[in-house]
């Protein structure tokens, strides 16, 4: 399904020499994951694929949905200090010659080595201590609204799951946002995903500079679940603890963590089947 165009207002390729962070070294993963027609998958190997990724990111979260960091309007680029660490990966359309699709990676021994999690900045993570070998934190999932389509989204979680099996990790983990600042939206969204709660063991808190304020129990709210966390669920993501507030991104987040031994037999062929 196509979602409607996001208003062309981002500005012009620029140089490389404009990106302020340099990519991990990439070397024989430099093939790509995985190819589907006209789309292929493969981690960003330069100054410009990391760049191109960013401004998508900057067109889908800024410019599409309203939200996003303020200072990414001076520079076109939705980016930060995790960017420089973690691995980027991004779907190309080979007949138009541009990125379409991206995800940011990073494992938790990566995480360890460098800034921590992103998530962890709003989520206590010391629960998940105990598994920091076999996570992945996915992150900044963007996918240009010409080409919002079920090929490019299944392309994108087969690379992931090549990425993971490859390395040998099992927990995909990380924020899903909701595109409200509203605080009652969030506490109904938490009650409506009730039965998708994660189990006790990977259960966890909002960090308290991001906790919600208490909920108004008398508010009857309407809340849609956003496409991206529903199709998470559907394949057997849980939610980890009540939502977080990130102000500065603009949006209500939902830790949620997938195991990929825990698929169902649907799933496991959506995410794990190779794609040529």
Known sequence: MTMPAARELYPARETSADVSVSLPLVTAEAAP???????????AQTAVDLQDACRLRF??????????????????????QFDAVCDHLIVEDMEQGRIVGTYRMQSGITAREN??????REFCFQPY???RSQVLELGRASIDSQHRTSEVLTLLWRSIGQYARMRGLRYLIGCSSLNSR????GWAMYHRLGSFLAREPFRTDAAEPYQLPPEDTAASIEV???KLLKTYIGVGARICSEPAWDREFGTIDFLTLLDLEDLSPA??????????
């Open 267 to 276: 799933a496991r062929t959506r995410f794990m089947t190779d794609t040529q």
């Open 115 to 120: 800034f921590g999690y992103y998530s962890e």
């Open 59 to 80: 067109k889908v979260f800024n410019l599409e949905l309203g939200e996003g960091l303020l200072a990414s309007y001076e520079t076109g680029l939705d980016q930060d």
């Open 33 to 43: 994951l995985a190819t589907w027609g006209r789309y292929r998958a493969r981690l």
């Open 129 to 131: 201590e105990g598994i």
């Open 182 to 185: 509203d605080p009652q939206e």
């Open 224 to 226: 849609k679940v956003p």
